[in-house]
Protein backbone atom coordinates (compact mmCIF):
# COMPACT_ATOMS: atom_id res chain seq x y z
CA UNK A 1 0.00 0.00 0.00
CA UNK A 2 1.34 3.46 -0.79
CA UNK A 3 1.63 6.22 1.80
CA UNK A 4 -0.29 8.33 -0.05
CA UNK A 5 -2.92 7.60 -1.88
CA UNK A 6 -5.00 9.83 -4.88
CA UNK A 7 -7.65 9.19 -7.08
CA UNK A 8 -5.87 9.71 -10.56
CA UNK A 9 -8.87 11.15 -12.31
CA UNK A 10 -9.89 12.13 -14.63
CA UNK A 11 -12.34 14.60 -12.90
CA UNK A 12 -14.24 16.29 -15.56
CA UNK A 13 -16.19 19.40 -15.03
CA UNK A 14 -18.29 22.51 -15.93
CA UNK A 15 -17.10 25.52 -15.51
CA UNK A 16 -17.62 27.30 -12.57
CA UNK A 17 -17.80 24.43 -10.66
CA UNK A 18 -16.69 23.56 -7.15
CA UNK A 19 -13.75 21.04 -7.33
CA UNK A 20 -12.65 19.06 -4.13
CA UNK A 21 -9.63 16.97 -4.87
CA UNK A 22 -8.49 14.48 -1.91
CA UNK A 23 -5.41 12.88 -0.90
CA UNK A 24 -5.23 10.12 1.94
CA UNK A 25 -2.46 9.02 4.03
CA UNK A 26 -1.69 6.06 6.37
CA UNK A 27 1.51 7.34 8.44
CA UNK A 28 0.44 9.71 11.00
CA UNK A 29 4.06 11.60 11.18
CA UNK A 30 3.20 13.82 8.02
CA UNK A 31 2.98 16.99 9.35
CA UNK A 32 3.58 19.45 6.35
CA UNK A 33 1.30 18.91 3.86
CA UNK A 34 1.27 20.76 -0.07
CA UNK A 35 -0.54 20.98 -2.99
CA UNK A 36 0.92 21.45 -6.64
CA UNK A 37 -0.53 22.30 -10.06
CA UNK A 38 1.01 20.67 -12.95
CA UNK A 39 0.68 21.49 -16.49
CA UNK A 40 1.51 19.35 -19.46
CA UNK A 41 4.60 19.26 -20.18
CA UNK A 42 5.56 21.57 -17.20
CA UNK A 43 7.21 21.77 -13.65
CA UNK A 44 4.72 21.47 -10.78
CA UNK A 45 4.02 24.58 -9.30
CA UNK A 46 3.49 25.01 -5.40
CA UNK A 47 0.12 25.97 -4.69
CA UNK A 48 -1.08 25.77 -0.96
CA UNK A 49 1.28 25.00 1.96
CA UNK A 50 0.15 24.34 5.18
CA UNK A 51 1.15 22.77 8.21
CA UNK A 52 -1.39 20.15 10.25
CA UNK A 53 -4.48 20.64 10.96
CA UNK A 54 -7.04 23.16 10.05
CA UNK A 55 -7.62 25.25 6.59
CA UNK A 56 -5.75 27.79 4.27
CA UNK A 57 -7.62 29.90 2.20
CA UNK A 58 -5.62 31.91 -0.79
CA UNK A 59 -8.41 33.38 -4.08
CA UNK A 60 -10.32 30.39 -4.97
CA UNK A 61 -8.31 27.41 -3.58
CA UNK A 62 -8.84 26.39 -0.34
CA UNK A 63 -6.63 23.68 1.23
CA UNK A 64 -8.26 21.49 4.54
CA UNK A 65 -6.33 19.20 6.47
CA UNK A 66 -7.77 16.43 8.90
CA UNK A 67 -5.21 14.77 10.45
CA UNK A 68 -7.58 12.50 12.75
CA UNK A 69 -8.73 10.65 9.44
CA UNK A 70 -5.25 11.13 7.38
CA UNK A 71 -7.49 12.77 4.73
CA UNK A 72 -6.09 16.39 2.86
CA UNK A 73 -8.80 18.10 0.59
CA UNK A 74 -7.80 20.91 -2.21
CA UNK A 75 -11.17 23.17 -3.14
CA UNK A 76 -11.46 25.57 -6.17
CA UNK A 77 -13.84 27.72 -6.69
CA UNK A 78 -15.43 29.30 -9.62
CA UNK A 79 -13.14 26.48 -11.44
CA UNK A 80 -11.57 27.70 -14.87
CA UNK A 81 -10.70 26.12 -18.01
CA UNK A 82 -7.39 27.61 -16.81
CA UNK A 83 -8.05 25.13 -14.01
CA UNK A 84 -6.98 22.48 -16.31
CA UNK A 85 -3.99 20.19 -15.07
CA UNK A 86 -2.82 17.41 -12.74
CA UNK A 87 -2.83 18.45 -8.98
CA UNK A 88 -0.20 16.55 -6.72
CA UNK A 89 -0.46 16.41 -3.05
CA UNK A 90 2.81 15.97 -1.10
CA UNK A 91 3.43 16.07 2.60
CA UNK A 92 6.98 15.98 5.07
CA UNK A 93 7.26 14.47 8.08
CA UNK A 94 9.14 16.28 11.00
CA UNK A 95 11.73 14.77 11.21
CA UNK A 96 12.17 13.89 7.36
CA UNK A 97 14.96 16.41 6.59
CA UNK A 98 13.50 17.76 3.09
CA UNK A 99 11.82 14.14 1.81
CA UNK A 100 8.23 15.01 0.15
CA UNK A 101 6.05 11.96 -0.20
CA UNK A 102 4.10 12.48 -3.28
CA UNK A 103 0.49 11.27 -4.63
CA UNK A 104 0.04 10.13 -8.02
CA UNK A 105 -1.61 13.03 -9.27
CA UNK A 106 -5.67 13.95 -9.90
CA UNK A 107 -6.22 14.87 -13.65
CA UNK A 108 -8.66 17.62 -13.91
CA UNK A 109 -10.50 19.01 -16.62
CA UNK A 110 -13.00 21.72 -16.75
CA UNK A 111 -15.02 22.21 -19.84
CA UNK A 112 -16.11 25.81 -21.20
CA UNK B 1 9.57 34.92 -5.37
CA UNK B 2 11.00 31.09 -5.05
CA UNK B 3 11.79 30.82 -8.98
CA UNK B 4 13.34 28.00 -10.17
CA UNK B 5 14.63 27.73 -14.01
CA UNK B 6 16.04 24.80 -15.65
CA UNK B 7 18.39 24.81 -19.19
CA UNK B 8 17.52 23.08 -21.57
CA UNK B 9 13.99 22.55 -21.40
CA UNK B 10 14.50 19.84 -24.27
CA UNK B 11 17.11 18.01 -25.41
CA UNK B 12 17.44 15.51 -28.11
CA UNK B 13 20.79 12.92 -28.52
CA UNK B 14 22.10 10.18 -29.63
CA UNK B 15 22.72 7.18 -27.97
CA UNK B 16 25.67 6.81 -26.28
CA UNK B 17 26.10 10.76 -25.38
CA UNK B 18 26.23 12.35 -22.16
CA UNK B 19 24.16 15.18 -21.30
CA UNK B 20 23.85 17.95 -19.14
CA UNK B 21 21.15 19.75 -17.01
CA UNK B 22 20.97 22.84 -15.14
CA UNK B 23 18.75 23.87 -12.42
CA UNK B 24 19.24 27.49 -10.80
CA UNK B 25 17.24 28.75 -8.00
CA UNK B 26 16.94 32.58 -9.35
CA UNK B 27 15.75 34.58 -6.47
CA UNK B 28 16.72 32.27 -2.90
CA UNK B 29 19.77 30.37 -1.98
CA UNK B 30 18.83 26.56 -2.14
CA UNK B 31 20.26 24.77 0.49
CA UNK B 32 19.20 21.50 -0.94
CA UNK B 33 18.74 20.49 -4.55
CA UNK B 34 16.72 17.36 -5.87
CA UNK B 35 16.25 15.44 -9.21
CA UNK B 36 13.09 13.78 -10.50
CA UNK B 37 12.16 11.70 -13.14
CA UNK B 38 8.96 11.46 -14.38
CA UNK B 39 7.01 8.94 -17.34
CA UNK B 40 4.04 10.09 -19.12
CA UNK B 41 0.48 9.83 -17.09
CA UNK B 42 3.00 9.06 -14.04
CA UNK B 43 3.81 11.12 -10.44
CA UNK B 44 7.41 12.46 -10.13
CA UNK B 45 10.06 9.81 -9.29
CA UNK B 46 12.99 11.47 -6.95
CA UNK B 47 16.32 10.43 -8.25
CA UNK B 48 18.66 12.04 -5.90
CA UNK B 49 18.75 14.43 -3.10
CA UNK B 50 21.65 16.98 -3.31
CA UNK B 51 23.08 19.62 -0.90
CA UNK B 52 25.53 22.35 -1.38
CA UNK B 53 29.17 21.31 -1.24
CA UNK B 54 28.16 17.56 -0.50
CA UNK B 55 28.02 14.66 -2.53
CA UNK B 56 24.63 13.27 -3.66
CA UNK B 57 22.53 10.75 -1.97
CA UNK B 58 20.74 8.96 -4.41
CA UNK B 59 17.54 6.58 -4.67
CA UNK B 60 17.59 2.49 -4.25
CA UNK B 61 18.23 1.73 -7.88
CA UNK B 62 19.30 5.35 -9.54
CA UNK B 63 22.64 4.22 -10.51
CA UNK B 64 24.97 6.82 -9.08
CA UNK B 65 27.82 6.37 -11.90
CA UNK B 66 25.31 7.36 -14.65
CA UNK B 67 23.59 10.10 -13.40
CA UNK B 68 25.96 12.34 -12.18
CA UNK B 69 25.36 15.08 -9.75
CA UNK B 70 27.26 18.22 -9.28
CA UNK B 71 25.75 20.83 -6.16
CA UNK B 72 28.18 23.82 -7.17
CA UNK B 73 27.07 26.81 -5.33
CA UNK B 74 23.90 27.78 -3.54
CA UNK B 75 21.81 28.64 -6.53
CA UNK B 76 22.84 25.63 -9.05
CA UNK B 77 23.26 21.84 -9.37
CA UNK B 78 23.46 19.74 -12.63
CA UNK B 79 22.57 16.53 -13.85
CA UNK B 80 24.33 15.02 -16.08
CA UNK B 81 22.83 11.42 -18.02
CA UNK B 82 26.21 9.90 -19.16
CA UNK B 83 26.59 7.83 -22.20
CA UNK B 84 22.62 7.89 -22.51
CA UNK B 85 20.34 5.41 -23.91
CA UNK B 86 16.94 5.31 -25.18
CA UNK B 87 15.41 4.27 -21.90
CA UNK B 88 16.58 7.13 -20.53
CA UNK B 89 14.05 9.17 -22.39
CA UNK B 90 12.09 11.12 -20.10
CA UNK B 91 10.83 14.81 -18.17
CA UNK B 92 13.60 15.31 -15.80
CA UNK B 93 12.03 17.81 -13.20
CA UNK B 94 14.65 19.64 -10.42
CA UNK B 95 13.45 21.54 -7.51
CA UNK B 96 15.45 23.13 -4.82
CA UNK B 97 14.38 23.97 -1.39
CA UNK B 98 15.72 26.89 0.81
CA UNK B 99 16.57 27.79 4.55
CA UNK B 100 13.20 28.90 6.11
CA UNK B 101 10.22 30.76 5.76
CA UNK B 102 8.45 30.42 2.52
CA UNK B 103 11.49 28.76 0.80
CA UNK B 104 10.57 26.08 3.20
CA UNK B 105 9.87 23.69 0.73
CA UNK B 106 10.43 22.41 -2.35
CA UNK B 107 9.99 24.97 -5.70
CA UNK B 108 10.01 22.75 -9.04
CA UNK B 109 12.11 23.67 -12.08
CA UNK B 110 10.06 24.03 -15.51
CA UNK B 111 11.54 20.58 -16.57
CA UNK B 112 13.56 18.83 -19.18
CA UNK B 113 12.14 16.45 -21.99
CA UNK B 114 15.38 14.29 -22.87
CA UNK B 115 14.86 12.31 -25.83
CA UNK B 116 17.52 9.85 -26.55
CA UNK B 117 17.69 8.49 -30.36
Known amino acids: QKEVEQDPGPLSVPEGAIVSLNCTYS??????FMWYRQYSRKGPELLMYTYSSGNKEDGRFTAQVDKSSKYISLFIRDSQPSDSATYLCAMRKNNAGNMLTFGGGTRLMVKP | GAVVSQHPSWVICKSGTSVKIECRSLDFQATTMFWYRQFPKQSLMLMATSNEGSKATYEQGVEKDKFLINHASLTLSTLTVTSAHPEDSSFYIC?????????????FGPGTRLTVL
Open chain 1, 27 to 32: NSAFQY
Open chain 2, 95 to 107: SAKGLAGFTDTQY
